[in-house]
T-cell receptor
Framework: GEDVEQSLFLSVREGDSSVINCTYT??????LYWYKQEPGAGLQLLTY?????DMKQDQRLTVLLNKKDKHLSLRIADTQTGDSAIYFC??????????FGGGTRLMVKP | DTEVTQTPKHLVMGMTNKKSLKCEQH?????MYWYKQKAKKPPELMFV???????INESVPSRFSPECPNSSLLNLHLHALQPEDSALYLC????????????FGQGTRLTVV
């Protein structure tokens, strides 16, 4: 995860929006992903964005990509307690393997 | 069907035991992966199989031995493990190696005693 960085922790109130940020280093990355991991479970692919896109919206999730700054964000609207989990961003450099960030633990307070 | 199924969900083994982890997918994916995840850390890649052939071994100790019997199955054979090998072992698959998104199984929680 050394090439992909995320803040460790985010706490929000139920109903608020959450924004989880990620910076990556490999400009050849064709896809960038967000995975969700609940305690004791595997990784669930939430959404992804192709590198030629700036934004992708999928229900409560909005992904923003700033290729110039190599910055990726995931916005969760109307955050619920069930959204509490660890969120990993991951880049997929051309011809290479997924590289994960360290994960951001999202805590949603009722 | 976008499922990757791993068995068992939990495994406790002694350092002299031999055990196997199993992974199955029926999405027609040609690449399958083993990852190791320690608590509060991201997954670390161990092995990649592409078209049933071992493509990448990330310098994993020989006490971990992968096997791909067919395009739907991936095993990880364990022998003479150490307590520090205790972790969540995740299997994943993707349509092709390193090109598209990977789908992960729920993992096997391994404890070595």
């Amino acid at each position: 995860g050394e090439d992909v960085e995320q803040s460790l922790f985010l706490s929000v109130r139920e109903g608020d929006s959450s924004v989880i940020n990620c910076t990556y280093t490999d400009s050849s990355s064709t896809y960038l992903y967000w995975y969700k991991q609940e305690p004791g479970a595997g990784l669930q692919l939430l959404t992804y964005i192709f590198s030629n896109m700036d934004m992708k919206q999928d229900q409560r999730l909005t992904v923003l990509l700033n290729k110039k700054d190599k910055h990726l964000s995931l916005r969760i609207a109307d955050t619920q307690t069930g959204d509490s989990a660890i969120y990993f961003c991951a880049e997929l450099p051309a011809g290479n393997m997924l590289t994960f960030g360290g994960g951001t633990r999202l805590m949603v307070k009722p | 069907d976008t499922e990757v199924t791993q068995t068992p969900k939990h495994l406790v083994m002694g350092m002299t035991n031999k055990k196997s982890l199993k992974c199955e997918q029926h999405m027609g994916h040609r690449a399958m992966y083993w990852y190791k995840q320690k608590a509060k850390k991201p997954p670390e890649l161990m092995f990649v199989y592409s078209y049933e052939k071992l493509s990448i071994n990330e310098s994993v100790p020989s006490r971990f031995s992968p096997e791909c019997p067919n395009s739907s199955l991936l095993n990880l054979h364990l022998h003479a493990l150490q307590p520090e090998d205790s972790a969540l072992y995740l299997c994943a698959s993707s349509q092709d190696q390193g090109i598209t998104e990977a789908f992960f199984g729920q993992g096997t929680r391994l404890t070595v005693v």
